[in-house]
């Protein structure tokens, strides 16, 4: 079953923020491990992936989405208005840091939560600034008129062997060991969380997902369909959709944050959509004009 979340919409600054959100079990897995949030008040957003067995992984991704909010309120709250953007950045870091401890002391304490963990990635709309943070390889993306953009990079296996030149683009996507992270919350370790900001502007839209979207859809699918959606909403059941049709083999969640503004003029750009895969420090920009294929 799916669970679906109305448009949400909240002033930020000079932006009006609207999202939308969803989350479905897929066809193979019998319970659903990931969890997502739209916290209106503070302009974050939340997705985690969770993991471990006897549905540990489905505890460790609610405590996620309960918690975190509260952890970067009361971080947000003890600074001042003039806040700069990498204190925010700092508040959204160390708010990880302590739901790690947090995750991984409860799987200390509870046997049956032994190895819970989760993958998460976190925006904090702050300004006119978007604050990601992330563990693992669930991950955020941008649409900005016709370019779409990895923000971040997975914390896998995979993605070091992909940095390291030992493996290639096409060769990770299929790797045998690609769901094989190197970050989660709930780890016994102190590497924290991947952080950055970027400044948004109207008509930006911003994803952040579960890897169960992008195991089965492409980059470049990915960003075709929200581009071709102009509703926040159906652009979440698209892309569920798709990515059910392609297998559906984990489950599904995503969450798209638009910044309201000028929406994007499609004749302006002929159809055309770039695509930018951020890997490591390599950008690769892919063009095509034909629109995603009916599934």
Same mark, same amino acid.
């Given at each position: 079953m799916s669970f679906f979340k109305k448009d949400h919409q909240a002033k930020v600054s000079e932006f009006s923020i609207a999202s939308a959100g969803i989350t479905d079990i897929g066809k193979i897995r019998d319970h659903n491990e990931d969890a997502y949030t739209i916290h209106e008040e503070l302009g974050l957003f939340i997705v985690?992936?969770?993991?471990?067995?006897?549905?540990?992984?489905?505890?460790?991704?609610?405590?996620?989405?309960?918690?975190?909010?509260? /952890?970067?309120? $009361?971080?947000? *709250?003890?600074? =001042?208005?003039?806040?700069?953007?990498?204190? %925010?950045? @700092?508040?959204?870091? +160390?708010?990880?840091?302590?739901?790690?401890?947090?995750?991984?002391?409860?799987?200390?304490?509870?046997?049956?939560?032994?190895?819970?963990?989760?993958?998460?990635?976190?925006?904090?709309?702050?300004?006119?600034?978007?604050?990601?943070?992330?563990?693992?390889?669930?991950?955020?993306?941008? /649409?900005?008129? $016709?370019?779409? *953009?990895?923000? =971040?990079?997975?914390?896998?296996?995979?993605? %070091?062997? @992909?940095?390291?030149? +030992?493996?290639?683009?096409?060769?990770?996507?299929?790797?045998?060991?690609?769901?094989?992270?190197?970050?989660?919350?709930?780890?016994?370790?102190?590497?924290?969380?991947?952080?950055?900001?970027?400044?948004?502007?109207?008509?930006?839209?911003?994803?952040?997902?579960?890897?169960?979207?992008?195991?089965?859809?492409?980059?470049?699918?990915i960003g075709e369909i929200i581009f071709n959606n102009n509703n926040l909403q159906e652009a979440c059941n698209t892309l569920l959709s798709c990515a059910n049709a392609s297998g559906g083999r984990d489950n599904i969640t995503a969450v798209i944050i638009e910044v309201i503004g000028r929406a994007v003029n499609k004749k302006e750009i002929n159809g055309k959509i770039v695509v930018k895969k951020k890997i490591g420090r390599s950008l690769h920009n892919i063009q095509r004009k034909d629109k995603i294929p009916n599934y």
């Amino acid at each position: 079953m799916s669970f679906f979340k109305k448009d949400h919409q909240a002033k930020v600054s000079e932006f009006s923020i609207a999202s939308a959100g969803i989350t479905d079990i897929g066809k193979i897995r019998d319970h659903n491990e990931d969890a997502y949030t739209i916290h209106e008040e503070l302009g974050l957003f939340i997705v985690a992936d969770g993991m471990g067995g006897h549905q540990a992984g489905e505890i460790a991704s609610e405590i996620i989405i309960e918690t975190l909010p509260g /952890l970067v309120k $009361n971080e947000l *709250e003890v600074m =001042t208005v003039e806040a700069q953007d990498e204190q %925010v950045e @700092l508040a959204l870091t +160390r708010s990880l840091a302590k739901l790690n401890s947090l995750v991984y002391e409860k799987s200390r304490e509870i046997p049956q939560l032994h190895g819970m963990g989760a993958t998460v990635v976190a925006c904090l709309i702050h300004v006119s600034n978007a604050i990601i943070a992330h563990m693992g390889d669930s991950r955020a993306y941008l /649409l900005r008129g $016709n370019s779409f *953009e990895r923000l =971040t990079h997975d914390h896998s296996v995979v993605d %070091v062997l @992909l940095q390291m030149g +030992r493996i290639t683009p096409q060769q990770a996507v299929n790797h045998p060991i690609r769901n094989q992270i190197t970050r989660h919350v709930g780890m016994n370790s102190n590497m924290g969380a991947d952080s950055a900001y970027l400044k948004i502007k109207q008509g930006d839209k911003l994803l952040l997902c579960s890897d169960g979207l992008t195991n089965e859809l492409s980059d470049r699918q990915i960003g075709e369909i929200i581009f071709n959606n102009n509703n926040l909403q159906e652009a979440c059941n698209t892309l569920l959709s798709c990515a059910n049709a392609s297998g559906g083999r984990d489950n599904i969640t995503a969450v798209i944050i638009e910044v309201i503004g000028r929406a994007v003029n499609k004749k302006e750009i002929n159809g055309k959509i770039v695509v930018k895969k951020k890997i490591g420090r390599s950008l690769h920009n892919i063009q095509r004009k034909d629109k995603i294929p009916n599934y």
